[in-house]
């Protein structure tokens, strides 16, 4: 399956952004999907995954209560709603689809996105 991200860019502290990862190639509802971020100098951390059906997900404790990741199977998408974000939020973020497991690990997951960037001023 190919991803594709989008809907990265500059906001302020406080801000919300919307990012979108768009799939291809194979039948979407198949797969799991995760949100991961990595900033410059750190491993790539998991943000969230939601279940092939769309009925679980998972946080990292960081963003708990203000990112929401949903799918819409039927537009092959998967999304992260991202409100009142921090500086310590900046990052690219990466989708990932896994076909076996729904996971926090990057190691888990088959498929990525080229990644979209997230910088957020103080």
């Known amino acids: 399956v190919q991803l594709q991200a989008s809907g990265g860019g500059l906001v302020q502290a406080g801000g919300s952004l919307r990012l979108s990862c768009a799939a291809s190639g194979r039948t979407f509802s198949n797969y799991n999907m995760g949100w991961f971020r990595q900033a410059p100098g750190k491993e790539r951390e998991f943000v969230a995954a939601i279940r092939w059906s769309g009925d679980s997900t998972y946080y990292a404790d960081s963003v708990k209560g203000r990112f929401t990741i949903s799918r819409d199977n039927a537009k092959n998408t998967v999304y992260l709603q991202m409100n009142s974000l921090k500086p310590g939020d900046t990052a690219v973020y990466y989708c990932?689809?896994?076909?076996?497991?729904?996971?926090?690990?990057?190691?888990?997951?088959?498929?990525w996105g080229q990644g979209t960037q997230v910088t957020v001023s103080s």
């Open positions: 990932a689809a896994s076909g076996r497991y729904y996971s926090v690990y990057p190691s888990s997951y088959d498929y």
